[in-house]
Antibody, heavy 121, light 115 residues
Framework: QVQLVQSGAEVKKPGASVKVSCKAS????????ISWVRQAPGQGLEWMGW????????NYAQKLQGRVTMTTDTSTSTAYMELRSLRSDDTAVYYC??????????????WGQGTLVTVSS | DIVMTQSPDSLAVSLGERATINCKSS????????????LAWYQQKPGQPPKLLIY???TRESGVPDRFSGSGSGTDFTLTISSLQAEDVAVYYC???????????FGPGTKVDIK
């Protein structure tokens, strides 16, 4: 069965960086993309970006350009999302999801359990 | 960016009754070359990740009960729950995946409760 297992909760200070991992299993990793979506406490869903697990092409949300980097390690079927220069409004649950698009971002059919990132001084 | 809006913000429906959620995009998400609407619907229950319900505006994901249906085209879309069940209490989001170079966007969500 398809599973996406994310790394554990993080507490970071403003200005620091965080790197969240997402290990995929139960499917051919390089046949899909991986999307990253975040959700601030009590708020809606915010699309952060997408990476093709086939060729590493990325597509980031404009508001995060320059602060976010998404990568994959096909040898371990793991995706990573690094967010730099953290601010208090980056406090959120971060989700990875399997994206049905391998060439462009589309819809997401399986989701990780979420990783809470808290930014606080 | 394509801006997605949803209405209502919340609604309460009696068990077994119909629930209707509307989603509107600031520009068309219908791709003329393949006549497909680049719109998906997700359900999120408290403390859980979102769950895919519908893609291509009206294609139900495998395993999703047939009481969930999606309709609409261009800029106006609807998610209908034909007979509300207790387990359908959740927040529902629409998402466009038309403007992939510029970024995908979610609607603000619609909360569905039992009356």
């Amino acid at each position: 069965q398809v599973q996406l297992v994310q790394s554990g909760a993080e507490v970071k200070k403003p200005g620091a960086s965080v790197k969240v991992s997402c290990k995929a299993s139960g499917y051919t990793f390089t046949s899909y993309g991986i999307s990253w979506v975040r959700q601030a406490p009590g708020q809606g869903l915010e699309w952060m970006g997408w990476i093709s697990a086939y060729n590493g092409n990325t597509n980031y949300a404009q508001k995060l350009q320059g602060r976010v980097t998404m990568t994959t390690d096909t040898s371990t079927s793991t995706a990573y999302m690094e967010l730099r220069s953290l601010r208090s409004d980056d406090t959120a649950v971060y989700y990875c999801a399997r994206d049905r698009g391998v060439a462009v971002a589309t819809w997401d059919d399986y989701w990780g359990q979420g990783t809470l990132v808290t930014v606080s001084s | 960016d394509i801006v997605m809006t949803q209405s209502p913000d919340s609604l309460a429906v009696s068990l077994g009754e119909r629930a209707t959620i509307n989603c509107k995009s600031s520009q068309s998400v219908l791709y003329s070359s393949n006549n497909k609407n680049y719109l998906a619907w997700y359900q999120q229950k408290p403390g859980q990740p979102p769950k895919l319900l519908i893609y291509w505006a009206s294609t139900r994901e495998s395993g999703v009960p047939d009481r969930f249906s999606g309709s609409g085209s261009g800029t106006d879309f609807t998610l209908t729950i034909s007979s509300l069940q207790a387990e359908d209490v959740a927040v529902y989001y629409c998402q466009q995946y038309y403007s992939t170079p510029l970024g995908l966007t979610f609607g603000p969500g619609t909360k569905v409760d039992i009356k």
